[in-house]
Nanobody, 123 residues
C-alpha cells in the first residue's frame, strides 16, 4: 500500500520557522513536491525537487523555503523560514515514481498525495 504521511505542521508567529516532513512507504519515489491549499481555493505549487535534485520554488517562497529529500529514507522535507501570515494553509506533499530532470510545480504531474498538515502563521 502506497502511503505518504506528512508531519511537522503547527502554529507559529510571523518570522518563525517550521520543518515539514513527508515519509513515503510502499514505493520508491523519484520526484516530489509540496503544495498548499486554502479553504475554497485550488492547490498552489510551493516547491518541487526532481530525480537529480533540481529544485523549483514558487516566487512567493523563494529565499525563505528549502525543499530537500533523503532517498535512503524515502522522505521529503520542507524547511520554512521567515514565515508570513499569508503562508497559512494546508500543506500537502506529492510524489511520483516517474523519472525526470525537471522539478515541476504542476499538480497533475504527481500521482500520490499525503493527507495534509496545517500551517498557521499569526501576525
Amino acid at each position: 500500500q502506497v502511503q505518504l504521511v506528512e508531519s511537522g505542521g503547527g502554529s507559529v508567529q510571523a518570522g518563525g520557522s517550521l520543518t515539514l516532513s513527508c515519509e513515503a512507504s510502499g514505493i520508491t519515489f523519484n520526484r516530489w513536491a509540496w503544495f498548499r491549499q486554502a479553504p475554497g481555493k485550488g492547490r498552489q505549487g510551493v516547491a518541487a525537487i526532481s530525480s537529480h535534485g533540481t529544485t523549483n520554488y514558487a516566487d512567493s517562497v523563494k529565499g525563505r523555503f528549502t525543499i530537500s529529500k533523503d532517498n535512503a529514507k524515502n522522505t521529503l522535507y520542507l524547511q520554512m523560514n521567515a514565515l508570513k501570515p499569508e503562508d497559512t494553509d494546508m500543506y500537502y506533499c506529492a510524489a511520483t515514481s516517474r523519472w525526470s530532470t525537471a522539478a515541476i510545480l504542476w499538480e497533475d504531474e504527481y500521482q500520490y498525495w499525503g493527507q495534509g498538515t496545517q500551517v498557521t502563521v499569526s501576525s
